[in-house]
């Protein structure tokens, strides 16, 4: 931001109660109201609302930036910082907006496998997602991910499972390995997301073709049905 507009921002920040500003800017920002020129001051105003006392003006900040269309290189610092928050509600929304930007924010992968062990599983939740969001740049977070596919919780499960969906084929060699695990649970689940990501490998088949003889007859149900899939997959893709 040059010194003018610097200067300009800070004369509109004291001249208005800082969080009806606050609230001012978001409803241009998601209104699509917002002038272009306007967004340096926009972005220098909410970035420093970030460090206000009120965590509701904090978390609206957290969705400001992350809506301002701002480059990523200048918002995930401020988006990896919130997630260290005292507000469970700033660091839910700021794990959210990192995983609205999918593998740009591959940069947050380390400091989103921290939020995964945040000790408000909303928060857990949203990491998890958000690490998903990020593709196969998220490779290195499979195994942490793994484990969470026999979580207790059925929500924690699901995200994991769509997590590793969304991070795709790298994840597959893990996924293999996990279908000998001890756990039924975490047997039965590895074998779906093969299905869901649909790597037809002679390795996965192989694997599969095991796992549906699996003493558990929830395991070998979801290997049969992922081998399905990749039948079907094989199937369509042989007719172009």
């Known amino acids: 931001m040059s010194v003018?507009?610097?200067?300009?921002?800070?004369?509109?920040?004291?001249?208005?109660?800082?969080?009806?500003l606050v609230r001012r800017i978001?409803?241009?920002?998601?209104?699509?109201?917002?002038?272009?020129?306007?967004?340096?001051?926009?972005f220098y105003v909410l970035s420093g609302a970030l460090n206000s006392p009120d965590e509701d003006i904090r978390a609206l900040s957290v969705i400001g930036i992350s809506e301002l269309g701002v480059e990523p290189i200048r918002v995930i610092p401020y988006l990896i910082d919130s997630l260290n928050d005292s507000s469970v509600h700033v660091r839910r929304r700021a794990a959210r907006a990192l995983g609205d930007m999918g593998p740009t924010?591959?940069?947050?992968?380390?400091?989103?496998?921290?939020?995964?062990?945040?000790?408000?599983?909303?928060?857990?939740?949203?990491?998890?997602?958000?690490?998903?969001?990020i593709g196969?740049?998220?490779?290195?977070?499979?195994?942490?991910i793994l484990p969470l596919l026999a979580h207790e919780?059925?929500?924690?499960?699901?995200?994991?499972?769509?997590?590793?969906?969304?991070?795709?084929?790298?994840?597959?060699?893990?996924?293999?390995?996990a279908l000998s695990e001890p756990n039924?649970?975490?047997?039965?689940?590895?074998?779906a997301v093969l299905g869901m990501i649909r790597a037809s490998r002679d390795e996965v088949v192989t694997a599969l073709l095991e796992?549906?003889?699996?003493?558990?007859?929830?395991?070998?149900l979801a290997a049969r049905q992922a081998l399905d899939r990749l039948c079907l997959e094989s199937s369509v893709g042989s007719r172009f």
Do not use: Y
């Open 26 to 42: 978001l409803f241009t920002v998601l209104s699509g109201s917002l002038p272009d020129e306007c967004i340096g001051d926009a």
């Open 105 to 133: 924010a591959a940069n947050a992968l380390p400091h989103l496998l921290v939020a995964l062990e945040d000790d408000q599983m909303s928060v857990g939740l949203e990491a998890l997602a958000a690490i998903g969001r």
């Open 211 to 220: 796992t549906s003889f699996d003493p558990d007859p929830d395991v070998r």
């Open 4 to 20: 003018a507009a610097n200067k300009r921002a800070k004369a509109i920040q004291s001249n208005l109660n800082p969080n009806a």
């Open 184 to 191: 039924a649970i975490l047997r039965e689940k590895a074998a």
């Open 136 to 144: 196969p740049d998220a490779a290195p977070a499979v195994p942490k």
């Open 153 to 177: 919780d059925m929500r924690v499960r699901t995200v994991a499972q769509n997590s590793l969906r969304r991070i795709g084929s790298v994840a597959v060699p893990d996924l293999v390995k």
